[in-house]
């Protein structure tokens, strides 16, 4: 599954993030990363299949913000990477789905739901709440 990981970071209306962009950006290029050219918060890599994202403060997929404690946590050796957790990653990209009809997007909300547990309840208040309530049951057949 190619496609975007979120990983939640800060708030750039504050004038000191600047310099923590260039850190970061300067971190990401030492392990291989370059940003992507079309925004400073999105860094690829030419043997990577996957993209990182370090999306702006307060977290939200459409109109629902996520709380922190809504955020997975995955320890590695060198330190703990917040993640959304499987059923807000099937919202975003449901939501690039419903918006722009990426298909790359459909396709990854189906494969995490279909290989994930998956909040079914979450997703179809979400659904209902971002005015794809129609939708859902389309996505839940679909899986």
Known sequence: MAGRTRIYTFNPRYTFLDETRELLAKAMANIGFITDGLSPRYFIHTDCQWSVEFPTAPLAIGHEHI?????????????????????????????????????QSWEQSLDVARNHKVNWADLKKWHAGEGYADEFETFKQAV
Request: net charge negative; aromatic share 8%; glycine share 2%.
């Open 67 to 103: 709380q922190s404690e809504q955020v997975a946590a995955l320890e590695t050796d060198a330190g703990t990477i917040r993640l959304l957790s499987r059923t807000d990653s099937i919202k975003d990209r449901l939501l690039w789905w419903y918006l722009e009809q990426d298909p």
